[in-house]
């Protein structure tokens, strides 16, 4: 079963940019969740997406936003790209609302802003 | 406010050896308590998770141990080998309000000396 799929891998940006990070989850997986891990913040919850609608949101601007395809795939977007947005972003999958059971983690698309 | 911290951000140990890994959170609400493993490179793979109406849960080479009294999580490694050279991260959940709310700790680095 493959798992968690996170494209593009690497992304380099400048500031005022903006970028869509691309997520599939593993097949079955209705939740997705993003997350942004920096080495100072650690993990910090984005927003979690279940059945195309929003369930969840963490403190970031509203410069960050996501969406989910009815197939379960989810995109997250970044716009007007600051240099604090430099970080790798985690997309989680789970069956189910991700407050009852664990996440699969992808590997994350490592974006720097210059 | 609710967090989750860890008491020992990095870890040396040698093979063979038990590793314990603790955790402390605030939310005495939190249910759900969560333990991930991240290798250089990849994103968070969940080890085990233990929910409030237990205190003691056991997987592969792996324990967790909740304590509630003290709002205490820990999670031990049996015979830890290099392999298990990576960040752990404890993460509880807990409701506020209308919806579900996932923390994850900063992270502890566990070494494995040959």
């Known amino acids: 079963k493959a798992g968690v799929t996170q494209t593009p891998r690497y992304l380099i940006k400048t500031r005022g940019q903006q970028v869509t990070l691309s997520c599939s989850p593993i097949s079955g997986h209705r939740s997705v969740s993003w997350y942004q891990q920096t080495p100072g913040q650690g993990l910090q919850f984005l927003f979690e997406?279940?059945?195309?609608?929003?369930?969840n949101k963490g403190n970031f601007p509203g410069r960050f936003s996501g969406r989910q395809f009815s197939n379960s795939r989810s995109e997250m977007n970044v716009s007007t790209l600051e240099l604090g947005d430099s970080a790798l972003y985690l997309c989680?999958?789970?069956?189910?609302?991700?407050?009852?059971?664990?996440?699969?983690f992808g590997d994350g698309t490592r974006l720097s802003i210059l | 406010g609710e967090s989750v911290g860890l008491h020992l951000p990095t870890l040396s140990v040698q093979e063979g050896d038990n590793s314990i890994i603790n955790c402390a959170y605030s939310?005495?609400?939190?249910?759900?308590f969560i333990w991930y493993k991240q290798e250089s490179g990849k994103g968070p793979q969940f080890i085990i998770d233990?929910?409030?109406?237990?205190d003691k849960r056991q997987g592969q080479r792996v324990t967790v141990l909740l304590n509630k009294t003290v709002k205490h999580l820990s999670l031990q490694i049996a015979a830890t080998q290099p392999g298990d050279s990576a960040v752990y991260f404890c993460?509880?959940?807990?409701?506020?309000?209308?919806?579900?709310?996932?923390?994850f700790g900063k992270g502890t680095k566990l070494s494995v000396k040959p």
């Open positions: 939310n005495s609400a939190s249910d759900y």
């Open positions: 989680a999958s789970s069956l189910g609302e991700s407050v009852n059971q664990p996440q699969h």
């Open positions: 233990i929910r409030s109406n237990m």
């Open positions: 993460a509880e959940i807990f409701y506020g309000g209308s919806q579900g709310n996932l923390i």
């Open positions: 997406y279940f059945s195309e609608t929003q369930r």
